[in-house]
């Protein structure tokens, strides 16, 4: 599965938004600010992105809050185990999968 990061600044209305949009869409992220991040900051300027939100998405990236984008190259969702609560990231493109709990050890279907 990709590992999504978001490049942020805490100033950014776009950004909380995105970030709003992730949790809605159960997808893990993880949250980068720029102003505080040097190699967070590097990565964009390497890439000449100049505004934020920025979504990394596995070796794709995504400027700007383009939801569509962003929900074809995800490819995981969050799901909640309903014994215990434990998040786990479960895989959407390899069909209908279940996976067991890390905690519990409960079976988690998709
Ligand atoms: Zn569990």
Do not use: W
Request: hydrophobic share 35%.
């Amino acid at each position: 599965m990709k590992d999504v990061t978001i490049l942020t600044t805490s100033t950014c209305g776009y950004c909380k938004m995105a970030k709003e949009f992730l949790v809605k869409n159960k997808i893990h992220f993880t949250e980068r600010d720029v102003n505080k991040d040097l190699q967070a900051r590097r990565e964009m300027t390497s890439r000449n992105i100049t505004g934020v939100p920025v979504f990394l998405i596995g070796n794709d990236v995504v400027v700007g809050l383009d939801k569509t984008r962003v929900l074809e190259l995800v490819d995981h969702r969050l799901v909640q185990c309903e014994n215990c609560g434990t998040a786990v990231r479960m895989p959407t493109k390899e069909g209908k999968i279940s996976a067991r709990c890390p905690k519990c050890k409960s079976v988690l279907n998709l």
